[in-house]
């Protein structure tokens, strides 16, 4: 994956992805902060788990080197991303939150977690033709 100058990417810190993942769980970080005392424990960790999940699991397939590896971890972001999805729509429907806030930064790193995850299949799956 190329970093914003189009150079491949040197540190999970260079990919587009993980630099729109990381504002997205000081936002989720920041929402929670306002949650009653009573989610301290319970919805406020988790949505927290969730969001910190995204940005950890990209950083951590980034190192990864097989295909199968570094799909997976972006997998397992994409399943913390519909997570936080989850909690928000909680968090709204419990009125502890105004959820437009972050919905068009979790659609953001779900288009790019998903056109990462298919350039990292398609790369693997380009066969050299004969004679190259």
């Avoid at 150079?7 to 902060?33: C, E, G, M, N």
């Avoid at 927290?48 to 397992?76: H, L, Q, W």
């Amino acid at each position: 994956m190329e970093n914003l100058r189009g150079a491949p990417a040197r540190s999970f810190q260079d990919l587009i992805i993980w630099r729109k993942a990381h504002p997205l769980a000081l936002d989720v970080y920041k929402l929670t902060a306002r949650f009653p005392k009573q989610e301290l424990y319970g919805q406020r960790a988790q949505f927290r788990r969730a969001a910190v999940s995204i940005p950890a699991t990209i950083a951590e397939g980034f190192r990864k080197r097989g295909r199968v590896d570094k799909s997976r971890y972006m997998n397992i972001g994409q399943g913390s991303l519909e997570e936080c999805r989850d909690y928000l729509r909680l968090a709204q429907d419990l009125g502890y939150c105004d959820s437009r806030g972050l919905l068009h930064p979790l659609d953001e790193v779900g288009r790019l977690l998903d056109a990462y995850l298919r350039s990292i299949l398609a790369r693997s799956s380009q066969v050299p033709s004969p004679g190259s």
